[in-house]
């Protein structure tokens, strides 16, 4: 029931900021024991943790992008969004958000993924 789609840009130039939002259907982002992820997969490489905002709006960061990176959320809307700054072709990626339950720490729920490619 619940279903999460990504939307944003396609292609973003580098030293540009990337913003990305997370809309949430058929649940809130406001649940019980649920954060709010945003992963992604460069080609050719694994999942890489980015993320996330819990449910009473605690953000969490990876260390590695911490100083570039920020999440947000819209609880009237039901959206999360993550913002990226000074992208470079490394970051380039598909990009999922995801519903990660706590106290399993397992994902119950995916977005299909969005491609971002850093260009000029």
């Known amino acids: 029931q619940v279903q999460l789609q990504e939307s944003g840009p396609g292609l973003v130039k580098p030293s540009q900021a990337l913003s990305l939002t997370c809309t949430v259907s058929?649940?809130?982002?406001?649940?019980?024991?649920?954060?709010w992820t945003w992963i992604r997969q460069p080609p050719g490489k694994g999942l890489e943790w980015m993320g996330a905002i819990g449910y009473s709006g605690s953000t969490y960061y990876s260390p590695s992008l911490q100083s570039r990176m920020s999440i947000s959320r819209d609880t009237s809307k039901n959206q999360f969004t993550l913002q990226l700054s000074s992208v470079t072709p490394e970051d380039t990626a598909v990009y999922y958000c995801?519903?990660?339950?706590?106290?399993?720490?397992?994902?119950?729920?995916w977005g299909q993924g969005t491609q971002v490619t850093v260009s000029s």
């Open positions: 995801g519903g990660l339950l706590l106290t399993a720490f397992e994902y119950d729920y």
């Open positions: 058929g649940g809130s982002i406001t649940a019980n024991y649920y954060y």
